[in-house]
């Protein structure tokens, strides 16, 4: 009983991991097209929106998590 409990939990955990990647990218790719009127304003680079895009990664899958 235990290996066919051990295959239900790691397909459902695939299955997680994978819409969370999918929402996570997404999101992060709106996010990057609404970040491009920004750019070359001041000192705001592509670099830096890439890496303003790449820090909120973390907070975004803490809030997507419970969905």
Do not use: K, S
């Not at 235990?2 to 939990?9: A, D, E, N």
């Not at 955990?13 to 990218?25: I, K, N, Q, S, Y």
């Not at 705001?44 to 997507?64: E, H, N, S």
């Amino acid at each position: 009983m235990t290996l066919l409990r051990t295959y239900i939990v790691l397909a459902v955990l695939r299955g997680v991991a994978t819409v969370m990647a999918v929402l996570v990218a997404v999101t992060c790719v709106i996010e990057f097209v609404g970040q491009l009127n920004d750019v070359g304003t001041g000192d705001y680079a592509l670099q830096t929106a890439l890496i303003y895009i790449g820090l909120r990664v973390p907070g975004r899958i803490f809030t997507m998590l419970p969905i």
